[in-house]
């Protein structure tokens, strides 16, 4: 359910990322991949090469794009980026995992805005999802032959039933409440979005002992979430990936990062 007074409660990513800005506990880049070379081997055997600058990427020899690489955890990264050349737009995300030389990949896209039109209520009786921002979740090795155990980064349970508190800046705050293998519940407590909840679909990963990547695809105002979530050291990071105020406008990318804290756990009776 949605909580909200008016229409104009609801902003666009674009006025978000103005919110996220200021003050941001964002990472800076890391500078411990630079100058590496990094093969990607998926399941199918295709190999993908990866030219890594502490700003810059180029994969397979192509173009550099703007790379944003960060480290919540020493030997994990994640690698972010746009394939602004693709329509739509691509969202590439790779959390490079060189503790196990093994990686997994979000590659998300945005609807158009003629897709954005369908009312919910339509999409609901159509059996359409309620959201059309798409995400593609694969796993793979690094600098080496894809196997059956070459990614250990699994789906997981472990955050269910969770409430976590994530300040993102000083004027910023949001509670999450995890509630099942596919949805969560977000509320803005304080920031932009102040007074605004809703419950979207979502994915969880573990990547290490309480390390974990969660994904998630809002309905209102479509938008994808990645964030890494790191329970030992109380911080995450990640992006939003959104589209923009109008159908002219550039997407909207940002970097968003949290100190954040456990709330609580709910616990279920054994006979559910």
Known sequence: MTTTTSPSDWISVTGLEKGFETDSYALDNSADLSGKKIELHDVSGNVRRLEIDQQTLRVDDGEAVKLRLTSLRQGIYLLDWLDESARPTASYTVVLDTLTDSYTQILGTLPTFETIKTGLYERALGGRALTDVNVEISHGAVNKSFSDSACPH????????????????PTEVYEHTYLNPNFYTWQCLKGVEQGLCDTDLCHYYKIADDLYLFVWREKIVPTLGIVMIDEQNHRSDGKIFGVG????????????????????RAEYPDDL
Do not use: H, K, W
């Not at 105020?245 to 609580?264: G, H, I, K, V």
């Open 154 to 169: 699994a789906l997981t349970d472990e955050l269910i039933g969770v409430r976590n508190l994530y300040r993102y800046s």
């Open 245 to 264: 105020d109008t159908e002219e406008a550039p997407l909207a990318n940002f970097p968003m990062a949290s100190y954040c804290q456990r709330l609580s």
